[in-house]
């Protein structure tokens, strides 16, 4: 439940569109709602301008189906690492619900974006990277934020990155996603002004070491204003992508 949400109910109650009793029921989940095997956090909305998100991994999927169908009756929801099994038991009850598989998100309802908002970019250095990166991109695009995705530039072609450099410069924030060794981040925070999130992924041979090979690389790196998500992190690189272009559009200047 948001801040919005909740005027327009009081605003209702007021105008004697909505009687008070029915007024109690919806506001009576506030601050959280237990189901048992959840505390489901209505009000996180309120403290954060976002609602609480589903992390479907190792959950049944009638679980998660519980949980988003209880948070969609206050607005938005997003439900990541989902599998298509989680998918099915959410669509059963909410036939709106949509999938995105390469994310492995589910998500109810879309939050209007400004076209003329300050826009970031998601950019991986390889074709494999994209699954972290499409994570990354439908969270910060479910936060109401203009992302657009920038794929396969990675340091073994760096006239492909290159050719995107008006892009690139115009972006009020990105998120770069690089498995192998990682390097992809240091070159754009050299290039750009404004903040880079750096996500390492599991993608890569040995000695790549699942991820750990480009996070020490990433949290080495001698370029200024970029920061580092943990392995894998699309979600996590998403939202902080989204808080950083949500402040610079209430603060233009």
């Given at each position: ?43 996180r909305a309120l ?120 892009q690139l410069s ?84």
């Open positions: 439940m948001t801040s919005e949400s909740i005027r327009d109910l009081l605003q209702a109650v007021a105008q004697g569109e909505i009687d008070p009793t029915t007024a109690y029921e919806r506001l009576r989940a506030l601050p959280f709602e237990t189901v048992g095997f959840a505390r489901i956090d209505h009000h403290r954060k301008g976002f609602p609480e998100v589903v992390f479907c991994a190792w959950k049944t999927p009638q679980q998660v189906a519980e949980i988003v169908e209880r948070l969609a009756q206050h607005g938005l929801v997003l439900a990541t690492r989902a599998e298509p099994t989680h998918y099915e038991a959410v669509k059963a009850r909410l036939p709106q619900a949509e999938y995105h598989p390469q994310a492995r998100t589910i998500t109810v309802g879309s939050p209007p974006t400004p076209p003329d908002a300050p826009f970031g970019l998601v950019i991986t250095a390889g074709t494999a990277d994209i699954p972290v990166a499409e994570e990354a991109l439908i969270t910060a695009r479910m936060m109401g934020v203009r992302v657009e995705p920038l794929y396969d530039v990675g340091v073994a072609g760096l006239h492909r990155l290159l050719a995107h450099y008006e115009k972006a009020s924030g990105i998120v770069v996603v690089a498995g192998m060794e990682g390097a992809l981040p240091s070159v754009v925070g050299g290039l750009v002004a404004c903040p880079v999130i750096a996500v390492p992924t599991s993608v890569g041979y040995g000695a790549q070491m699942g991820g750990l090979a480009p996070l020490l690389t990433m949290l080495n790196t001698c370029a200024p204003g970029v920061s580092v998500v943990n392995i894998d992190n699309g979600f996590g690189a998403g939202y902080c992508l989204a808080l950083i272009l949500r402040a610079v559009g209430n603060n233009p200047d």
